[in-house]
């Protein structure tokens, strides 16, 4: 069986479990490029509203429709206890299919963390009886798929790269002193086509970069609960607890979040981790909302001006670099 | 004595100024870009050539959506992003400013300043209401030159309160306001206020604006604009006397750093008002990104190419980031 993997949203997070999984159970895996072909149907197919990643994703469902047996979209309602994730993930497969005239199957099996019953082998099963009825190989393959995942997310711990860290040659971050955050969701910061390819522009000014997926769950966990109230989106506390925690590190010289237009958690999650830094901080920081322009010129601006700043900042004399 | 140029190409306007060591300003040009950026380069040019004669450029900056562009046409010591280059102008005329505005034809921005450097700063993101660009078009549609019509609001003795968050919004609004009968002073008065109250809660959101604040960019010259950020403030606005050039003034001041620096010019002289400048694009179809490649050829050679993601188009001029 051909199993298509629409390379968006929690692709960013957890291909290679899903990946490994279906392998194991003797399924090809079939992913489509991120390029402007997939954009365009994306933005034609998709509902107005939705944000960007949303869009794109749609677009890959399309690309990856008819050419696989299936396609592999779950529904992702909570990874975490007492959390959830988007709203629009919750949706997801009824969205696509509203949109959509999907031919190959369609696999929406539902992830649900939230109460006290979920269980991620439950899903695994209910995912893997598609494929096969041996309900011994599915618990084998879903065990390998977690153990590749947990790889994997040690190499993103290291190098921040998610295209690296997917290869197992990885190559380290090139290690300098000084470090730029880039904050944002997985599927923003790791898609190099969506964010123009932010971390090797900062990488070429001499910065290394750090993202929330390289800072320990338990710190993370430990800024992000000074909230007054325990929230329950996931991936929003992810950010907020990953920034608060950089203004505390000496080596971070700036904080970039990256956001696509109409994101419903960013507009609240965003603005108040803005607020945070702003009041109990000096950090450099910088929202870019992002959208579906492919001119660069106004991202470049606004990036190269940060980094002037935070040079200029660090120096606190007047002389600036000469290109950029 | 030696001299140093500063181009700005925005969306709207294309500015050329010339400083001197002093960085006196010799000639400034304020000129619509048109949607043509390398005619308005060149026939700046010329226009200066013929105001100053050929004297001898040692260094040479640009600024601006275009700078890249402009690099290119004229040979740049410089190449700066415009928030920096204003920032810099900006102290130079008032070295104890703390907050600048500058709204420009498409893009709005706030840089806040302390001690003399840049310490943060913010642009417009999706939205262009309040810019020039809309300015402009109101000021067409009302049939008033662009030039008077901020002097219309000192007319005014009210300001008509219009919606100011979406230009498409502001407009109709414009027009309800008008058929009903209120005179176009207050009109414009209130259009003033609208686009103050939006570029404070939007560009401004957050930030902590003091005083000194200096106002520069084209819309500056917009007299309602200014007494509307000062009643909405309560501060006094500072708008510099080379207001609608200061990002040129910038890219100016840093090309005389660098080149004294260095001690050379990338300038290619008055001669290049006779270079033919020629553009082409195309779509790569190396792979699946579909990248839409620009080559500007100076004299039939390839001076500069960009647009690509992997690098394998460009060459020549330096551009990435």
Known sequence: ?324 | MNYYLGVDVGSVSTDIVVIDDSETVVDKLYLKTAGRPVDAIKSGMALLKQHLGDIPISGVGTTGSGRQLADVVVGADVVKNEITSHGIAALKYCPKAKTVFEIGGQDSKIIILRDGIIVDFAMNTVCAAGTGSFLDRQASRMNIPIEEFGDRTLKSSMAVRIAGRCAVFAESDMIHKQQLGYSQDDIINGLCDALVRNYLSNVGKGKEILPPIVFQGGVAANKGMKAAFERELGYEIYVPAYYDVMGAIGAAMMAKTESGRKKSTNFYGFDMVDFDYTTKSFECSGCFNMCEIVEIYVNGNIGARWGGRCGKWSTGKNVAL
């Open chain 1, 1 to 324: 069986m051909k199993i298509g993997i629409p390379k968006g949203l929690f692709y960013f997070k957890y291909y290679p479990l899903w990946k490994t999984f279906f392998e194991k159970l003797d399924c090809g895996v079939v992913t489509s490029p991120t390029n402007r072909k997939v954009l365009d149907s994306g933005v034609k197919l998709c509902a107005d509203e939705a944000c960007l990643p949303v869009k794109i994703y749609h677009g890959h469902v399309d690309s990856l429709n008819g050419k696989v047996d299936a396609i592999f979209i779950p529904r992702i309602v909570s990874i975490m206890k007492h959390e959830y994730t988007c709203p629009k993930f919750l949706g997801l497969p009824e969205m696509i299919k509203n949109s959509i005239k999907v031919t190959s199957r369609i696999i929406d099996t539902t992830v649900n963390l939230r109460g006290q019953h979920g269980d991620l082998f439950d899903f695994a099963m209910e995912t893997g009886s598609i494929v096969t009825k041996d309900r011994y190989a599915i618990m084998n393959a879903f065990r390998d798929g977690l153990h590749e995942q947990h790889e994997f997310e040690k190499r993103l711990k290291e190098c921040g790269d998610f295209e690296s860290a997917l290869k197992k040659d990885h190559d380290r971050n090139i290690p300098r002193p000084e470090k730029i955050a880039i904050l944002g969701h997985p599927y923003v910061i790791y898609d190099s086509y969506i964010n123009m390819d932010i971390a090797k522009k900062i990488q070429r000014e001499g910065y290394s970069i750090i993202t929330p997926q390289m800072i320990e769950d338990d710190i993370i966990r430990k800024y992000a609960s000074k909230l007054p109230k325990r929230h329950f989106w996931t991936l929003g506390r992810e950010n907020l607890g990953a920034g608060l925690s950089l203004l505390k590190c000496t080596d971070v010289k700036g904080i970039i979040y990256l956001s696509s237009f109409c994101c419903g958690i960013d507009s609240l999650m965003e603005d108040y981790l803005e607020r945070q830094v702003a009041r109990s901080s000096n950090m450099p920081y910088m929202k870019l909302v992002l959208d579906e322009h492919t001119g660069e010129a106004g991202f470049n601006t606004r990036l190269e001006a940060f980094l002037d700043m935070v040079r200029w900042r660090e120096q606190n004399e007047s002389n600036v670099s000469t290109h950029g």
